[in-house]
């Protein structure tokens, strides 16, 4: 039972360059997050989605932009990487309706040079 | 706006102490409020939850009660194990959009043999 995979787990780029984080749920969720944490904020939710084809704002959308193209993968994207997006980034799913617990992969620790 | 607020860490107890971590929190209507846990190098799972006032949530030996006249949510075990040392997250969804969850920043829980 797979859950929430998210890829590749590290990461190391350099200012400016692009790169593209995948995560794709196996639950048949209908709604999918992003998250960053960092020390000492916890964790901020970037972008949301909620059903197949629909994206949203969270907390702190600036630099970067996600698709749901299809209902199990959110896709997160980072198009000129800065070191202030130096996080663990966390996907996570769940149901709909109201306070369905969240299920979340394992992250993926991203550093920008 | 949503809020959480849970007492900072680290906090470092022996095998077989009492432990309690306090989570206050503000939100717009009627909450629910959850409790997860992020073991090293993992996402965060969710650890219990309790939708209502006065509902108690309980699993693994650790409990927490909705007080809403304190607006309060705090964690509790009456005996820790190594096993149990993570961090650990309060959080609530709340509101209109009742499937995002507002996290409090985390407290690291230490526990030694």
């Known amino acids: 039972n797979a859950g929430v995979t998210q890829t590749p787990k590290f990461r190391v780029l350099k200012t400016g360059q692009s790169m593209t984080l995948l995560c794709a749920q196996d639950?048949?969720?209908?709604?999918m997050y992003w998250y960053r944490q960092d020390p000492g904020m916890g964790l901020r939710l970037i972008h949301y989605s909620v059903g197949e084809g629909t994206t949203a704002k969270g907390e702190v959308p600036d630099g970067y932009n996600v698709s749901r193209l299809k209902k199990q993968n959110f896709l997160l994207g980072l198009e000129s990487a800065a070191p202030s997006q130096t996080s663990v980034y966390f996907c996570a799913s769940s149901f709909t309706g109201a306070n369905q617990p969240q299920h979340f992969g394992d992250g993926t620790r991203l550093s920008i040079l | 706006g949503n809020s959480v607020t849970q007492m900072e860490g680290p906090v470092t107890l022996s095998e077989e102490a009492f432990l309690t971590i306090n989570c206050t929190y503000t939100?717009?209507?009627?909450?629910?409020l959850f409790w997860y846990v992020q073991y090293p190098g993992e996402g965060l799972q969710l650890l219990l939850k309790a939708t209502k006032a006065d509902d108690k949530g309980s699993n693994k030996g650790f409990e927490a009660t909705y007080r809403k006249e304190t607006t309060s949510f705090h964690l509790e075990k009456g005996s820790v194990q190594v096993s149990d040392s993570a961090v650990y997250f309060c959080?609530?969804?709340?509101?209109?959009?009742?499937?995002?969850?507002?996290f409090g920043k985390g407290t690291l829980l230490t526990v030694n043999p």
């Open positions: 939100a717009t209507g009627y909450p629910s």
């Open positions: 959080a609530l969804s709340s509101g209109g959009s009742n499937y995002k969850l507002t």
């Open positions: 639950m048949n969720h209908e709604y």
